[in-house]
């Protein structure tokens, strides 16, 4: 049974940090594509990274909308089935709920559709 729970989340002050992570079960880490979206209220849910396969190559997989690239990384840990979003520099228009979201890797790009979903983690940046 494929599994996803995000954690991490809180209120942080602007400029602030917070890392999100996301433990999987359930399926190989290493053949699944990993996506990070959020939601903010009233607003459509939109992608924020993605890592088109989690097998270490973090580098060559791993894709950020221009909205967040510079301040959050995202990483994997095969060991540990788990990934990771760091966030930086966070400001209050990246409050949202937090997703992340599982899918059979396609290879070298992300998927458009993903099948497999987590809870979601809250995240508020206010002062």
């Known amino acids: 049974q494929v599994q996803l729970v995000e954690s991490g989340g809180g209120l942080v002050q602007p400029g602030g940090s917070l890392r999100l992570s996301c433990a999987t079960s359930?399926?190989?880490?290493?053949?699944?594509?990993i996506g990070w979206f959020r939601q903010a209220p009233g607003k459509e849910r939109e992608g924020v990274s993605c890592?088109?396969?989690?097998?270490?190559?973090?580098?060559?997989?791993?894709y950020y909308a221009d909205s967040v690239k510079g301040r959050f990384n995202m990483f994997g840990d095969n060991a540990k089935n788990t990934v990771y979003l760091h966030m930086n520099n966070l400001t209050p228009e990246d409050t949202a709920v937090y997703y992340c979201?599982?899918?059979?890797?396609?290879?070298?790009?992300?998927?458009?559709?993903?099948?497999?979903w987590g809870q979601g983690t809250q995240v508020t940046v206010s002062s």
């Open positions: 979201a599982a899918q059979p890797s396609i290879g070298s790009s992300c998927p458009r559709e993903y099948g497999y």
């Open positions: 359930g399926f190989t880490l290493d053949y699944y594509a």
């Open positions: 890592i088109s396969r989690v097998d270490g190559r973090t580098d060559e997989n791993t």
